[in-house]
């Protein structure tokens, strides 16, 4: 059964003390204290009989809105469907719908975060933008998805890496944010790309070994020689085309580009601490946002990065990070340092 | 006066070059598109280039470029121009442009160079 559940239940709930509704109780609590200023605090309600025992959990659901920009540039465009409103005949509404939702369940399973801003706020979305527009983007309110030009991109909402990306930069503004250029621009890119990858695995219950690790797979045309938009498992080598070049991102700190272009190359330097993910997440094994996810998450949100933070100081902090959760000698701090080594980013032997 | 004997080499300079690179995006693939109008059908170039405010570009140091509230970066995966113009007359200009400086006659400009490149 699934419903949302109205506020005098939910207080009723959190006031249970019974042991057996002792999860249930703290669900109700943690989603009364939604802040419900803007919004109606949706949450999905599972109700199990467990031996003579009804058992109630709940999670909070997502508050999506789809709007078409109906091929200009202006935002937000004509709202086309909202929470909980059936599909529609547009496969790029629908994907888009369907793909934010696969991220906010995403966000609560493995890291129990109620959506972007972490307080279960609104997911918003436009479809359609621009004219033959290549790109999709975040605006620092909503994901914004062009169609493609039908040469070089089919679209942008076929893929749920790349919706996922594009809520990932959601998240690292709304936990303090990282500086869009230069090193600091290319973690933001990076961490983006960690929750594109991770959500798609999530979704298809896949383990680091068993994952693509690729990051817009599928949005290409067919005349276009390359599989995806980046490769977290072998950055560089996501496309070579005639027309569009070879895939310029570096997996080693040897190799970094230095540019003007692109913000200070943020889409190109970024395979450097991808590739660092990679390598703790398969190195750890099993589901990746169990431990490197998790990792990375928490050292996204505890507030010990600054704007300008750059490859060094985030390396650093994710040892930090596994070390607190996991213990100074842990398999799981090993692994990160490892990883990072492995790109040539060193962290000194303080983990400073 | 050209003396070379090679006949390309003989024709004459064009009278406007117009250089777009655009990079960035999700994707982060550099673009690049470039017009050259002989001085028989220029004007229409100049007029295009005339109209944008060469002087205010320098939009990488803009925090428009990725808007700030306090020290929150806000937004990404938005396009970076550059774009380049020679005319028979003056230096060559040059402009840095966010995708949201590059409307109004920015846009203008950049379009009819895509339009009118090779590819």
């Keep these: 059964m699934h419903a949302i559940v109205p506020p005098y239940l939910l207080a009723r709930l959190a006031e249970a003390d019974a042991p057996h509704l002792a999860d249930a109780a703290e669900a109700a609590r943690a989603t009364l204290a939604l802040p419900r200023v803007y919004h109606p605090t949706l949450t999905d309600l599972d109700v199990s009989v467990e031996g003579d025992a009804l058992v109630f959990e709940g999670s909070p659901s997502p508050d999506r809105v789809i709007s078409d920009a109906q091929h200009r540039e202006n935002l937000p465009g004509v709202r086309v469907r909202a929470e909980g409103e059936p599909a529609v005949a547009d496969i790029a509404v629908d994907e888009a719908y369907d793909g934010l939702g696969e991220t906010f369940d995403f966000l609560w399973d493995a890291f129990r975060r109620a959506s972007i801003d972490g307080t279960g706020g609104r997911l918003e979305a436009t479809v359609h933008y621009g004219e033959k527009y290549d790109n999709a983007f975040w605006n620092g309110e909503r994901m914004v998805f062009g169609d493609g030009d039908g040469e070089v991109f089919a679209g942008f909402t076929g893929s749920l890496s790349v919706i996922a990306h594009e809520l990932g930069h959601g998240v690292v503004e709304h936990s303090g944010g990282l500086a869009y250029r230069g090193q600091s621009g290319a973690l933001n890119e990076s961490i983006a790309d960690v929750f594109g990858a991770l959500t798609e695995q999530h979704s298809h219950r896949q383990r680091a070994d068993e994952a693509s690790w690729l990051i817009g797979a599928g949005i290409f045309t067919a005349a276009v020689q390359g599989e995806a938009l980046r490769s977290m498992k072998a950055p560089g080598t996501a496309y070579d085309d005639d027309v569009l070049g070879r895939d310029p991102q570096p997996a080693h700190m040897r190799d970094f580009v230095k540019t003007t272009d692109d913000n200070g190359g943020v889409h190109i330097n970024s395979g450097i601490p991808n590739k660092a993910f990679h390598l703790a997440a398969t190195a750890l094994g099993g589901y990746a946002w169990e431990r490197a996810g998790r990792i990375w998450y928490l050292t996204l949100t505890g507030g010990t990065l600054t704007p300008t933070t750059d490859f060094a100081a985030f390396a650093a902090a994710t040892l930090r990070t596994a070390r607190a959760e996991y213990g100074e000698t842990s398999e799981e701090a090993a692994a990160v340092r490892t990883a990072w080594s492995g790109v040539g980013v060193t962290i000194g032997a303080s983990g400073s | ?119």
Excluded at chain 2, 4 to 11: C, K, M, N, R, T
Excluded at chain 2, 36 to 65: K, Q
Excluded at chain 2, 78 to 88: D, G, I, L, Q, T
């Design chain 2, 1 to 119: 006066m050209h003396q070379d004997p090679d006949p390309e080499a003989a024709s004459p300079a064009p009278a406007v070059a117009v250089v777009v690179v655009r990079s960035g995006g999700i994707a982060g693939l550099t673009r690049r598109w470039d017009v050259e109008a002989e001085a028989s059908d220029a004007d229409e170039w100049i007029d295009l280039i005339d109209a944008c405010p060469w002087d205010d570009e320098d939009a990488d140091d803009d925090e428009d470029a990725y808007a700030r509230e306090g020290d929150v970066p806000r937004g990404a995966d938005r396009f970076a121009y550059r774009v380049s113009a020679r005319m028979p007359e003056g230096p060559e200009r040059h402009a840095a442009l966010s995708e949201s400086q590059a409307s109004g006659p920015w846009r203008a400009l950049i379009d009819a160079v895509r339009a009118a490149s090779p590819r």
